[in-house]
């Protein structure tokens, strides 16, 4: 297995003139071995003090085929939520898949049961499809996860949920818990893994406090004693992107004391042993992709100045969120990287040396008017040729970035001493195959 390293110092505008020249900007940089790093990183924080702890890397988050080979390679499972994420996982190789998700098709659902994939339950409709198996397989060994509703409010009844929502949607709420509990049970159905997911807006600590408490009063209440994974979701803090400010941010030992703290004071815990699993994502693969997009021009339109670039910002933010993204530019008449690494809110500390600064909007190549991907920056001023860098791509950008005017761009990664491509630039030929013409 080779063992890769890469060192962002070594990039400037020669390097990516060259890889522009080569495969094309704009285009995403991956460096396996921070993946690597991350994911071990957030392990050990928990096999410190516990050692049965897996992960399921999250594959909504980025599920480059490159990125999660090095997943399945340390060991790590497939966290899945759709058919087509269970394919890939199964393309892939990974033998152990934990499949989580609201709509489970009919087909998928018995596909990935007779697989051997750890099946977390979302609903009642789940809970028939399970039971109407059974019916017509009494002789197989059925087992099953499920995952339960936890209400995560703040002293004032205030949602941490994502969306700010007061009741989030997924998993069996408590008043039919008990009931499908029961129904599983009837029909011989080991229940074998409790998931307590909850989605949230602010990643605090806290929010594993309660969804651990949560789960061990569940496993308690309910004497889930054939319990063999205590899966407390994703939805962590962890890998930033350089220049961004951490202060007050959440370590991986802080999510695993959290846990841990709970967990080991529960006498139910401490008896069953069951195998922790987290599911992370954003939060080991963040910082481990970047963006580089090339400028065309310089326009001014009343007041204000545009630095028009071949990328878009769907490439760099596809929420369409409002904070500027930490970055850097690369010119191509000095060579000198001027940063803007230290964010502070939405504002920039403009690290330059250079007098020739201005203020500016950042914008893409669509011809979209919110395409702004970065507002009010000071910057160098800049030319034609020059790169942008953004930092901290890595989440969700590949997997919701639209194929919306421009070709897929390529993803390039470094393999024994060689930039190589883990994903190739999108011809018109690949989107005609789709497609009846």
């Not at 003090?49 to 909504?60: L, T």
Request: charged content about 25%; aromatic content about 10%.
């Amino acid at each position: 297995m080779p063992q890769w390293k890469i060192s962002m110092e070594q990039i400037n505008h020669k390097v990516l003139k060259e890889l522009d020249e080569k495969f094309g900007a704009p285009f995403y940089i991956m460096d396996p071995e921070k993946y690597r790093s991350n994911i071990n990183g957030f392990l050990s924080a928990f096999k410190k003090r516990y050692e049965k702890v897996v992960a399921g890397y999250s594959f909504k988050t980025n599920y480059v085929p490159a990125l999660c080979q090095i997943a399945r390679q340390e060991g790590v499972w497939a966290e899945v939520v759709s058919e087509m994420e269970y394919e890939l996982a199964r393309k892939i190789g990974f033998e152990k898949v934990i499949f989580n998700g609201p709509i489970k098709r009919p087909a998928i659902f018995k596909k990935a049961l007779e697989s051997g994939a750890v099946i977390n339950l979302d609903s009642e409709y789940e809970v028939d499809m399970i039971c109407q198996y059974k019916l017509e397989h009494p002789e197989k060994e059925l087992k099953v996860g499920m995952r339960i509703n936890i209400n995560l409010t703040d002293e004032n009844g205030n949602s941490t949920i994502q969306c700010r929502l007061r009741f989030g949607r997924f998993g069996f709420p408590s008043e039919i818990l008990g009931r499908n509990i029961e129904r599983l049970r009837e029909a011989g159905v080991k229940i074998i893994s409790l998931h307590g997911h909850t989605s949230t807006s602010d990643r605090a600590v806290l929010n594993y406090k309660i969804i651990t408490q949560h789960m061990l009063a569940t496993c308690e209440k309910y004497e889930l004693n054939d319990l063999e994974l205590f899966d407390i979701g994703g939805g962590y803090f962890g890998a930033a992107p350089e220049g961004m400010d951490l202060t007050g941010r959440p370590k991986y030992e802080d999510y695993a004391n959290c846990v841990l703290d709970e967990a080991l004071a529960s006498e139910w815990f401490v008896k069953q042993q069951p195998t922790i699993v987290i599911e992370p994502g954003s939060s080991v693969v963040s910082n481990v992709f970047t963006y580089y997009t090339k400028v065309y021009q310089n326009k001014r339109v009343g007041k204000v100045n545009f630095v028009m670039v071949d990328g878009t910002v769907f490439d760099v933010k596809p929420t369409m969120h409002s904070n500027n993204l930490p970055h850097r530019v690369y010119r191509a008449k000095d060579e000198v990287k001027v940063d803007r690494l230290k964010v502070e809110g939405d504002s920039l500390e403009v690290k330059a040396e250079e007098a020739d600064t201005y203020n500016c909007d950042v914008v893409g190549s669509t011809c979209m008017e919110k395409d702004v991907m970065l507002k009010e920056v000071t910057m160098p001023r800049m030319e034609a040729g020059d790169f942008i860098q953004f930092n901290g791509v890595g989440a969700y950008t590949i997997c919701l970035t639209p194929t919306f005017i421009n070709f897929l761009e390529p993803i390039l990664m470094p393999e024994d001493g060689e930039w190589v491509e883990a994903r190739r630039r999108q011809t018109v030929e690949d989107i005609i195959g789709v497609y009846k013409v």
